[in-house]
């Protein structure tokens, strides 16, 4: 029902920053709940941040909260993901994924609740 397709991965310093977005095709994004998650090579994916339906509400995992920052812009149906400070141990690829229908203040942080991934985009960071 949606098409999800990230942007805004490359190489980059420890301590630098990048801004990866999460761009919707098909529907509209604001009828979803949006998060992002992670996989670093040998690791499980993991839940990164998390956007309710609205913008209203937040959530991020340990590891990152302060450093990142999750919004979204309804009417250009794309959804961010600010990442700062950035560290050797954020490097990975980076899915966004939606999930329809959750009552607008609601996040989700479970993967299995996602209904609609990407294909992903890639962060490096040197040290």
């Known amino acids: 029902q949606v098409q999800l397709v990230e942007s805004g991965g490359g190489l980059v310093q420890a301590g630098g920053s990048l801004r990866l977005s999460c761009a919707a095709s098909?529907?509209?994004?604001?009828?979803?709940?949006v998060g992002w998650f992670r996989q670093a090579p040998g690791k499980q994916r993991e839940f990164a941040a998390a956007?309710?339906?609205?913008?209203?509400?937040?959530y991020y995992a340990d590891s990152v909260k302060g450093r990142f920052t999750i919004s979204r812009d309804n009417v250009k149906n794309t959804v961010y993901l600010q990442m700062n400070s950035l560290k050797p141990e954020d490097t990975a690829d980076y899915y966004c994924a939606a999930v329809n229908g959750p009552t607008g203040t609601v996040v989700v942080v479970v993967a299995y609740e996602y209904d609609y991934w990407g294909q992903g985009t890639q962060v490096t960071v040197s040290s």
């Open positions: 956007i309710s339906r609205s913008g209203g509400n937040t």
């Open positions: 098909g529907r509209t994004l604001s009828r979803y709940a």
